[in-house]
């Protein structure tokens, strides 16, 4: 039988995953059409990214899974017309790109490159900064991506404490959760980086009371989402110096409207949402596996917990 996937991204996601898409189906031994369009009740699997038009899944009464070109599934995990199962996506890729992220904005504060980079007045100001080992590190969020980045830093000695939802130990890493725990893991971190994803309950992880539990000048690095943290109270703690710098990939209006005070900020980096790109010839092997498994009657990959909302 030839199955029918539906390509339900813009068209610049289609002109660059059509071809490796198909390589990859063809690889996994399925017989497919790739589709950008198709009768909806004809449609076998959906191949997704949030910013497609399509919105209403209950015509697609045949569908057996919406797959996910992107790892953070807020703007679909709630979509009440989305019964079929949903998942997400974990590329290797996209790690590898959040690992370079993190642990090259992370040293950038630690080595205090901005200092040399930008002197003007020619500074001669031989302090050497600590070792990484006597800086702490926490990563809120370990999931994929936050052990992949708690495991580098820590290659590199920093000392790494995550915090998850629930109770986890990944190596070495100590990992705490739920309130006490994050009590515990900001109150010695220099350098924060949020890694969960949007959800009602990790919305304004970071507000005025918790980041007043860092040591002063704390450094955060959000590449995970806006929302994960209070921007007024954020702006308010660089401006007493509690918070020494933020970098940010990530808000919750993108492109960050031209007038936002981050822009102009002294003590903020903005990134434009480009921590890490889904990569599409290893996005397409991981689609065209959770295909074959789909085909197979296997569990699929990286499956979406609608009720916890990642
Ligand atoms: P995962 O689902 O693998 O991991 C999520 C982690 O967050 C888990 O450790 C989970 O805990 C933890 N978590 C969830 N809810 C809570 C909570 N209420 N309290 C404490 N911890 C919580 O996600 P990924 O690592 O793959 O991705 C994380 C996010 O990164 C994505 O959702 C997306 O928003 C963002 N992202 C950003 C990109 C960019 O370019 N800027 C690119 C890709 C992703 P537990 O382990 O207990 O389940
Ligand atoms: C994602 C992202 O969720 O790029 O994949 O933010």
Redesign the pocket.
């Known amino acids: 039988m030839t199955l029918t996937l539906l390509f339900a991204a813009s068209d610049a996601n289609w002109a660059e995953y059509a071809a490796p898409l198909r390589d990859a189906i063809a690889q996994a031994g399925l017989s497919a059409t790739l589709t950008r369009e198709a009768a909806p009740d004809r449609v076998d699997y959906i191949i997704y990214a949030p910013t497609s038009p399509l919105q209403d899944f209950s015509p697609f009464t045949r569908c057996k899974a919406v797959l996910s070109l992107?790892?953070?599934?807020?703007r679909i995990v709630g979509n009440p017309t989305l019964t079929q199962p949903l998942c997400?996506m974990?590329d290797p890729a996209?790690t590898e790109g959040?690992v370079e992220w993190v642990v090259g904005h992370a040293l950038r504060h630690h080595l205090g490159m901005d200092r040399h980079i930008v002197n003007p007045g020619r500074l001669w100001d031989p302090t050497c900064p600590p070792l990484a080992r006597e800086r702490p590190v926490t990563m809120?969020?370990?999931?994929?991506?936050?052990?992949a980045c708690a495991r580098a830093l820590a290659a590199l000695n920093f000392p790494v404490t995550g915090?998850?939802?629930?109770p986890?130990q990944t190596g070495d890493i100590p990992c705490l959760?739920g309130e006490d725990g994050?009590a515990k893991a900001l109150s010695t971190a220099q350098i924060v980086v949020t890694?969960?994803?949007?959800?009602p309950?990790?919305e304004n992880?970071l507000n005025a009371r918790t980041l007043a539990l860092l040591p002063r000048g704390a450094v955060i690095l959000n590449?995970?989402?806006g929302a994960l943290i209070d921007d007024d109270a954020l702006l308010a703690a660089l401006d007493s110096g509690q918070i020494g710098h933020a970098t940010l990939?990530?808000f919750r209006t993108e492109p960050l409207p031209q007038d936002h005070p981050y822009w102009s900020h002294p003590r903020v980096t903005v990134t434009p949402?480009?921590?890490?790109?889904t990569r599409a010839p290893s996005a397409s092997r991981v689609i065209a596996e959770n295909i074959r498994r789909g085909e197979a009657g296997i569990p699929l990959l990286n499956r979406v917990d609608r009720t916890?909302g990642?």
């Open positions: 992107w790892a953070g599934v807020e997400r974990v996209l959040m809120l969020g370990m999931g994929e991506l936050g052990t915090w998850s939802r629930t986890k959760h994050l890694l969960l994803p949007k959800t309950e990790t992880t590449p995970g989402r990939d990530v949402h480009i921590a890490a790109d916890r990642y």
